[in-house]
């Protein structure tokens, strides 16, 4: 059975196209492609949109404890260009609600006006293998959510000089 080459895009559905297409373009820094009073498309990469929003009518604000996606994530080629889009944010008063050493990634996860989640996340291990083998293991079947950090921290010691590897894995993650 064929699978799908990749995710083409994720669209929200808001009252509010212009307060969410800002929202997102600022923290993917993306471009409009196509907007207007009821939809707007952004791209950040090859592809000719990625997000979506869409406005089909007056909805209540998505609540956070209520049944609905939860999040799309992004990966990040390095921990510097997560340090640097963490650093923008936070200059701009927009920080995560969560930090998270899940494993496979390091993540931080960000709420838009709506409530939608956002999780930036730069990949730990260099091999989908050495990730597979991580999920597959004791330390992850034990805690399968992660380990919460502080990103401050992981920008206080990145410029300190302490190596990517060190900063990225879980404190349970077996040595390599």
């Not at 993306?30 to 949109?49: C, P, Y």
């Not at 996606?69 to 260009?81: I, K, P, R, W």
């Not at 889009?85 to 931080?108: A, F, K, M, N």
């Not at 330390?139 to 990517?164: C, Q, S, T, W, Y």
Request: hydrophobic share 40%.
């Amino acid at each position: 059975m064929p699978s799908p080459q990749k995710l083409a895009h994720v669209v929200f559905q808001t009252n509010d196209v212009a307060r969410l297409r800002d929202w997102w373009c600022n923290l993917l820094e993306a471009k409009v492609q196509f907007g207007s009073e009821d939809v707007a498309f952004l791209a950040f990469d090859q592809e000719h949109h990625r997000i979506a929003m869409a406005k089909f009518g007056d909805h209540e604000l998505h609540q956070p404890n209520t049944m609905g996606m939860h999040h799309v994530a992004f990966t990040y080629a390095n921990l510097g260009e997560l340090i640097y889009t963490y650093e923008r944010l936070r200059d701009q008063d927009i920080l995560p609600w969560w930090q998270i050493r899940h494993g496979p990634t390091l993540s931080v996860y960000y709420r838009d006006p709506d409530g939608n989640q956002a999780e930036l996340q730069v990949d730990v291990y260099d091999t989908v293998e050495e990730a597979n083998a991580f999920m597959y293991g004791p330390e992850f079947a034990a805690n399968p959510i992660g380990i919460e950090f502080e990103m401050e921290d992981v920008v206080r010691l990145h410029k300190e000089g302490v190596p990517d590897a060190e900063l990225v894995r879980r404190p349970d993650d077996p040595p390599r």
